[in-house]
């Protein structure tokens, strides 16, 4: 397909999901960033709303995109990206509830479904990992941020009568 424009290796991850009906949330420390969180990280990690057991069906995605398996859960992608999939996040609902809750984000020209950062927070609280109870105080003043900036622009105001 020659006039056909490149996509990112993420983008056709992402594609390829999407084709396979394997509905994906962006979670983690990367959707907190992409969010406005003023941290780090390395990975992107996706909640993938499919058995655990079906595992096989990411490694045929992987395959055809040109991805390395690093461990069972853990993908890299053509160009070095490192993807994480999550079956059972720590602190959440289930997958249909919190992609109910979930914002829709453009993501390497793809839009995605990204979980809001309380949730993000109430995830890392949970997990309650050394390096996710470092980043809870940047998460919540982000938030609190976030929030306040949302009230003067009208965005998410209580609707009046």
Do not use: H
């Not at 992987?62 to 053509?78: D, N, Q, W």
């Not at 720590?90 to 020209?109: C, D, H, I, N, T």
């Amino acid at each position: 397909m020659p006039n056909q424009p490149s996509i990112s290796p993420l983008a056709e991850f992402l594609q390829e999901l999407s084709r396979q009906k394997i509905r994906c949330i962006l979670i983690g420390m990367m959707a907190a960033v992409e969010q406005g969180a003023p941290l780090a990280t390395i990975d992107f990690d996706f909640w993938v709303d499919l058995p655990k057991r079906q595992i096989v069906r990411i490694y045929e995605i992987l395959g055809r995109t040109g991805g390395t398996l690093m461990a069972p859960t853990f993908y890299e992608l053509r160009d070095g990206t490192q993807v994480n999939l999550v079956f059972e996040p720590s602190g959440l609902q289930s997958f249909a509830v919190e992609y109910a809750r979930s914002r829709q984000l453009k993501l390497a020209g793809f839009s995605i479904r990204v979980l809001p950062l309380s949730r993000v927070i109430a995830s890392k609280r949970a997990a309650a990992r050394d390096k996710d109870k470092q980043a809870l105080p940047v998460l919540e003043r982000t938030l609190k941020l976030r929030r306040k900036l949302d009230r003067k622009s009208g965005k998410n105001a209580p609707r009046r009568a």
